[in-house]
């Protein structure tokens, strides 16, 4: 199912251009099978039976591709496929048949479902660590879809760099543990978790990458920065698939890492606070999609906390949430999308009234949004009194202050569904219809199709069913909870529990709610007399902003395009660290100084000759004096024995220095720009460096020889096979023919270009100067020819 929806994809993308809106028809084949393929094999996996797959990947490390669908895989899997066949069905009717584009579009959602399928079904952490990956690459497409508009081009590059970050570190925690634990595979670390101090760094990189996959505070402002992305994208991304990776890892880590540790603080903590500044900040939103945006923020926070906990009460009631989730999720986000389209506006100050043919969308918003604010008979009750009533008989400490911040979350929670659904359909209740700066709303709007908000009644329609007999889910929920903890044991899920202190919080959430949409006025001057203490987007600009300036003055050291400044860096580096070694080892024995009383000659010439060329201001007589060194080399291998060298040393310096005089010819006699004393001290150093660190090395080098030297076989076979006693003769001309051909034919061909823009730069001065007063002549000649 992975390499079909992968295969469709591409092929969409690249060739599906002809298709238009019928691409979306196409696409829609690769969830509905899978839908069927996971359907079909629910009986079995809510037995307790675990399908699985192996490939081969890597094999000389060991690595394979690991594939397992057990009760939580099975959950997403049906939530990833079910919801994005609804997507692609919608996103037929949501774009204009003229659109260009929407075969990348299609492909492009495709490739995400694969890469989200492969997020749930992997049991490995490196190939869950791929999948995720390709998510983040994916999503990042989709945000920029519009890649003309660069609000959306940084919005996706924002939610890239924000989730990529968190994934590299995520890698790094991936490792750690994979590492202390000797293996990568999921049950075995459920099986026997490993604990320590790298395990506990590492629990805290993992959860950095799920924090900002999961828009966790402070990494949260990606998201509302992506409802640039049309409307089928983020009901896709929002409700069923990407922010719902990082809750999905926390909760098949939590039972392994929940009860050491910093996890349950970490995890908790955050997820609150996520909470309840997501619901906040929904409430000073005007923007229909921004509204669904931080509530998701809160939706998220709220699942991380029951995920995080580690509990079988909340682990059971985390898995309710996030069906429930996605199911009135995703039908809001539709409804949003069709308001949108038809009424060309999402903003609550500029709707207004509505004509016939909306009683469909709005039945739908209204049980979707109903859901979501926990009314009872829909599926987001039941999750809340599940989550409320795991935190009620709590074990933990500060179970009570946990259980009094999901209240306080879920009456935000009421609150903006409440400003999203009277927004959307009553304007006038919430007195905000000011005058608004944007597209031109459509008064009335025309009624939809009916093709086109039926994908969002499905959702509703099963956010009922399930609300009215919410024991037809508990198979699921039940084997989804055991999968991640095997301490839970049987699932009922039921619409009423009696009176029980879940209830009475639940009617105390409503009656605050209610109370929070009467003071609406109140509370958006609370708000604007109390900005929000960490702004996201202020957070990544400033962030940015730091990271440019950075790079700029690491660019302006690094790159200066001084060659001097280059040279030093790579002659102090190449003899610092090798030098390092070297003196970690004992000190080589000395050997004699010299070998004779020529050898002090030969020292001289090379010394005198090297000193002057460093300190003469004519070209020409550096290149006499570098000349001078090289014959003084030739002297030494003289002095040693070995005069054909000797005679090679001399050749390559003679033709050396006719190449510098040839191009000297065209460049100014003395050298233009003096180095400063302080530029000249550092020369000195690093060539005491370098000079050092290549005796130290030869001295070393002498005595570490383990094996007889190779050239005493090319010694043996240069007369033999080469018809040659110059051994280094026969070496260039015959073993390495074609290498010192290749040699000589860059050198021919460098040092004809090096005298070619020798001469064009002598050409170009010499135009210069005739230039002017040819063209002086002539501006003279026309003046006189107009008096």
């Known amino acids: 199912m992975l390499l079909f929806h992968v295969a469709l994809g591409l092929a969409l993308v690249a060739a599906g251009h002809r298709l238009g809106r019928r691409a979306f028809a196409v696409a829609a084949l690769a969830p509905l099978a899978g839908f069927v393929w996971a359907a079909a094999r629910y009986p079995e996996v809510i037995d307790g039976e675990v399908v699985a797959q192996q490939w081969t990947w890597v094999p000389a490390l060991g690595l394979s591709i690991d594939l397992r669908l057990n009760g939580f895989a099975l959950l997403m899997f049906l939530l990833i496929t079910g919801i994005g066949f609804l997507v692609q069905a919608y ?9 260009e584009g929407l075969h990348r579009l299609a492909g492009l959602l495709l490739l995400f479902t694969g890469a989200m399928l492969g997020v ?3 049991a490995n952490l490196l190939v869950l660590y791929l999948a995720w990956e390709l998510t983040s690459v994916t999503s990042y497409l989709l945000i920029g879809w519009t890649d003309r508009d660069p609000k959306a081009r940084a919005s996706a590059l924002q939610a890239l760099l924000t989730t990529g970050a968190g994934g590299v570190a995520m890698l790094g925690g991936f490792v750690l543990i994979g590492e202390s634990a000797g293996t990568y595979d999921l049950a075995a670390l459920a099986a026997s978790p490993p604990t320590g101090t790298v395990v506990d760094v590492a629990v805290v990189l993992v959860l950095l990458g799920a924090f900002t996959k999961s828009a966790q505070f402070p990494f949260s402002a990606w998201l509302p920065g992506a409802m640039v992305a049309p409307t089928p994208v983020s009901a896709f991304l929002h409700s069923a698939t990407m922010v719902k990776a990082g809750v999905y890892l926390i909760a098949l880590l939590a039972p392994i890492f929940a009860g050491d540790g910093i996890w349950r603080p970490l995890v908790i903590g955050v997820g609150l606070i996520t909470m309840l500044t997501g619901g906040w900040r929904a409430l000073r939103q005007y923007d229909l999609k921004r509204i669904l945006a931080y509530g998701t923020v809160s939706q998220l926070g709220f699942m991380v906390v ?6 079988p009460e909340a682990t059971v009631a985390g898995v309710t949430l996030l069906l429930a989730h996605a199911l009135f999720k995703a039908g809001l986000f539709l409804v949003v999308g069709v308001i949108d389209h038809q009424a060309h506006t999402r903003d609550i100050r500029a709707l207004g009234a509505y004509g016939p043919g909306w009683r469909g969308p709005l039945v739908v ?14 599926f987001g009750f039941v999750a809340k009194e599940l989550a409320y009533d795991a935190w009620v008989h709590g074990e933990l400490a500060g179970s009570a202050l946990v259980l009094a911040g999901i209240v306080a979350g879920s009456v935000l929670t009421f609150a903006y569904t409440a400003r999203l ?9 919430l007195s905000e219809r000011d005058v608004v700066e944007g597209p031109v709303p459509i008064e009335p709007p025309p ?26 889910a508990s198979g699921m929920v039940g084997a989804a909870a055991h999968s991640i903890d095997p301490g839970v044991e049987h699932v009922h899920l039921a619409i009423w529990h009696g ?15 209610v109370l929070l949409v009467v003071g609406g006025p109140v509370v958006a001057r609370l708000q604007r007399a109390l900005p929000h203490p960490v702004d996201g987007d202020v957070a990544y600009l400033g962030t940015m902003r730091t990271l440019n300036r950075v790079a700029d003055r690491v660019t302006g050291v690094m790159q200066s395009g001084s060659l001097p400044v280059y040279l030093a860096v790579i002659l102090t580096t190449a003899a610092v660290v090798p030098g390092w070694a070297l003196l970690q080892g004992p000190a080589p024995a000395l050997p004699p100084l010299t070998s004779g009383p020529g050898d002090w000659a030969a020292a001289a010439l090379l010394v005198c000759g090297g000193a002057a060329a460093a300190v003469v201001r004519q070209r020409m007589a550096a290149v006499l004096c570098l000349g001078a060194v090289g014959f003084g080399m030739a002297l030494v291998f003289v002095l040693q024995g070995a005069p054909d060298l000797a005679l090679t040393q001399v050749c390559v310096d003679t033709i050396g220095a006719v190449v510098f005089v040839l191009v000297l010819r065209h460049l100014p006699q003395r050298f233009g720009v003096r180095a400063t004393p302080f530029g000249r001290t550092l020369r000195l150093v690093v060539s005491g460096l370098v000079g050092l660190f290549v005796l130290g090395f030869l001295l070393v080098a002498g005595d570490a020889r383990v094996d007889p030297s190779i050239s005493s076989a090319f010694i043996e076979r240069a007369l033999e096979e080469g018809g040659g006693r110059n051994v280094v003769n026969v070496v260039l001309v015959d073993i390495r023919g074609f290498d010192t051909m290749g040699e000589i034919t860059v050198l021919a061909v460098a040092s004809i270009g090096v005298y070619a823009l020798a001469r064009l730069s002598r050409r170009e001065r010499h135009e210069d100067r005739s230039f002017t007063p040819a063209r002086a002549a002539r501006d003279a000649d026309e003046a006189r020819g107009r008096s």
Not at 91 to 99: G, H, I, L, V, W
Not at 421 to 429: E, Q, T
């Open 306 to 311: 029951l995920f995080g906990a580690g509990l």
């Open 120 to 122: 749930v079904t992997a």
């Open 421 to 429: 659904l009277l927004g959307a359909f009553r304007p006038g209740v």
């Open 91 to 99: 996103a037929r009717q949501y774009f204009a048949p003229d659109r």
């Open 447 to 472: 009624a939809p199709a009916t093709a086109f908000w039926l994908p969002a009644a499905v959702l509703g329609a099963l956010t009922v069913v399930l609300g009215l007999v919410p024991n037809l």
């Open 499 to 513: 009176f029980n202190p879940a209830l009475a919080l639940s009617g105390l959430t409503v009656l605050l709610g």
């Open 365 to 378: 918003a209204l049980l979707s949004g109903a859901s979501m604010a926990g009314i009872p008979l829909l």
